[in-house]
């Protein structure tokens, strides 16, 4: 091995061994959110649909488009041969706002900042392998919209802390409390893959999926307020400890994916996402709600960057 390559080596590793240091001192802080106690205990999927609808307005907002690898979005091991796509597609990013009757407005993750007008708010060595690009029109951050929507958020629900879904939290009151399954990973790694979505400032209130209904064929349902109006459906695989998100509005059930599935595609022909934590549950957490849509094709079924 020459010498140029060794000291290449052990510059590298003196910069994964900084960065994973430096990692816990950059991490928010965690809280348990105190759930409700939960009105979905020896209920079936068709009364809890039926119920009367807490949740009265949702709205979907785009805050831009990344252009991602093939491979990231899907498992092409599992992809046919002709399969038609590219190497790389072009994926919006959304929030979602829905208002509950007598809690208020909240939000499902925070979308795009204004800087992914240019290259947006993540960087690092590694950061180039996740999102090539981004697209973004003056006044569809994330910031632009909700000044527009002129709305009281009550609070910010993570399906799960990868940076696509965190990277507009720059622009958003860092007041307003912020919810993520109990477990979920936070990566901030200077100089590999970070960003200022959230420091040791923030708390996350962690949501205790564990306590969750099982209700076929799903295994952990959460009763976020307690009324059977907005749900929490541990979905890991994707990430360390991934929601998906059930709504019971007045136009009918809601389910957002979240990156259980990123795209149609993936959730019609059951392929799970090619970034993975673990592909097993992955797998797993997507045959759940393919089955769950599969059983109530009244869902409305929104992907994770896709409608």
């Not at 962690?206 to 009324?227: H, K, Q, R, T």
């Amino acid at each position: 091995m020459s010498k140029k390559i060794s000291l290449f080596l052990v510059a590298f590793a003196t910069i994964i061994a900084c960065s994973i240091m430096a990692c816990s001192s950059l991490q928010p802080q965690r809280i348990t959110h105190q759930l409700p106690p939960s009105q979905l205990d020896n209920k079936q999927w068709k009364e809890i649909f039926s119920q009367q609808a807490q949740i009265d307005s949702f709205k979907m907002l785009t805050t831009g488009s990344v252009k991602v690898p093939l491979g990231g979005v899907l498992n092409k091991d599992k992809l046919p041969p002709k399969h038609g796509l590219a190497d790389f597609l072009w994926v919006e990013v959304f929030v979602f706002l829905f208002h509950h009757q007598k809690k208020g407005w909240f939000m499902i993750d925070t979308g795009l900042d204004r800087t992914f007008q240019q290259k947006g708010n993540i960087k690092g060595i590694l950061a180039g392998n996740f999102i090539k690009a981004a697209k973004q029109n003056k006044s569809q951050n994330i910031q632009a919209q909700l000044e527009r929507e002129n709305k009281k958020i009550e609070g910010i629900f993570l399906t799960h802390l990868h940076g696509d879904h965190t990277a507009g939290l720059p622009e958003i009151d860092p007041s307003i409390p912020k919810y993520v399954a109990k477990g979920e990973q936070y990566l901030n790694l200077p100089l590999l893959y970070s960003s200022n979505h959230l420091s040791k400032k923030d708390t996350l209130s962690e949501l205790d999926w564990e306590s969750g209904s099982s209700i076929f064929p799903l295994e952990a349902v959460i009763d976020i307020f307690g009324d059977g109006s907005f749900l929490g459906i541990h979905t890991p695989g994707h990430s360390s400890s991934h929601l998906s998100y059930l709504l019971m509005t007045e136009e009918g059930p809601i389910l957002l994916t979240g990156d259980v599935s990123h795209t149609k595609y993936g959730f019609v022909n059951n392929i799970e996402p090619g970034w993975v934590d673990d592909r097993k549950l992955a797998v797993q957490s997507l045959s759940q709600l393919v089955k769950f849509y599969a059983l109530y094709p009244e869902l409305r079924v929104i992907f994770g960057h896709e409608q």
